[in-house]
């Protein structure tokens, strides 16, 4: 056979090959198309194409893990500006029914147009623009509040112990949501990263993995660096978030070794990451981490790494145990967007973290505090520090010229625990 005919033969096998692959891809497509298709005209009432549309992509997601979700464009921006710790608002932190009666501030946050406002916290928010806040929950009413940067929304407030309402007219500006925070606000709306009951120790707390997240955690650790004897991270209630971030920031306390290495799948999901010299803050520096069963993923991350690697000892209660990695693929032009698990991480000694629906509390997972610094908190000791914290957040509690007398660390035994465990290794 002449070489001309073998070359056209050869080139004929590839494009069938490719459209054959091809087919394979999209045959599930065109057949979901073909049915939404069906449904939309013949089903007995009208239906929107967007909703059936969104809909089936929920329903193709829910055969995946419980951490994969597909986003509705409803969602998009709310995810968006966890992550990027920015949105267009006003600046207050609220609690709404059935928590309380009717939507409460529970503290500005400092510096924001609510805070300049003159928004207090136990402000109880009658109205929004027009918009009576009676049964009205905290999700509805914060959508309500976002909104264009440079547009105003009208709060009618209710106070204690003033006779009339209030109407305040406030300008939504570019809110940045701090993810790493101190001990205490201070007037300036600047964090003490020292403790106010033991000066000598740092403490510092991460609430998120965001995109800003690493620069915040290198300003506290200047904050620090060179005057704390000892040092406190607050994992407590933290999420996750980026998994680059609780690696950048485990990379900054230690030397070297391994920090996390993450399996998928497939091959491109296979990763391991490595620690640098120049650690921010003296190797010999005593560190305690706190976590709780509602720190996961990137916390995990961050908690199993300096427990491995020998560079902080673990308190509180045992960790969430989600050890997998989820990617987000935006879609529509970014309106939707799908997020699903694509690869599990590993500690550096090679431990797993991820509790699968049928592992037991004996099986290995999570991360799990030192014997003599474990303390599972009640439902009530829960409530209490949530309170603690917001009260430390919120200057005009903590600049106040009288403070009632409390007991150390009131509202937080696990950092009681902690702080008589560090001062014993001070005072050696």
Known sequence: MPVRNIQILATIVMVCVACYVQSERLKYGGKIGENLQLIEKNYVDELDSDELYHAAMQGIVSKLDRFSEFILPSQYEEFQSVIEQQFGGVGIMIEGPPTVKQLTVVTPIPGTPAFKAGIQPGDVITQIDSTSTEGLLATDATKLMRGPVGESVQLTVRRMGVPRQLTLEVERADIQVDSVYGDRIQGDSRWSFFLEEEPRIAYIRISIFGERTVEEFKQALAAVRGQAQA???????????????????????????????????????????????????????????????????????????????????????????????????????????????????????????????????????????????????????????????????????????????????????????VMDYLRAELNE
């Open 231 to 417: 040092v406190v991270l607050d994992l407590r209630y933290n999420p996750g978030g980026i998994l680059t971030a609780a690696t950048e920031m485990c990379d900054l306390l230690l030397e070297q070794g391994v920090i996390v290495s993450t399996r998928g799948r497939n091959d491109a999901y296979d990763s391991q990451w490595q620690a640098h010299a120049g650690s921010e803050l003296p190797l010999g520096l005593p560190m305690v981490v706190l976590v709780n069963g509602d720190s996961a993923s990137a916390s995990e991350i961050m908690a199993g790494c300096l427990q491995d690697s020998h560079r902080a000892k673990i308190a509180g209660s045992r960790s969430y145990g989600k050890g997998t990695v989820q990617q987000v693929f935006p879609l529509d032009s970014e309106k939707t967007a799908l997020k699903f698990t694509t690869a599990r991480f590993y500690r550096p000694s090679g431990a797993n973290i991820h509790r699968s629906e049928e592992m037991q509390a004996e099986d290995v997972w999570g991360v799990t505090p030192e014997p003599q610094l474990t303390l599972e908190l009640t439902e009530v000791q829960q409530l209490y520090l949530n309170k603690r914290w917001r009260q430390r957040g919120d200057p005009r509690i903590t600049q106040a010229a009288e403070h009632p007398p409390a007991p150390e660390f009131a509202g937080d035994p696990q950092l009681k625990l």
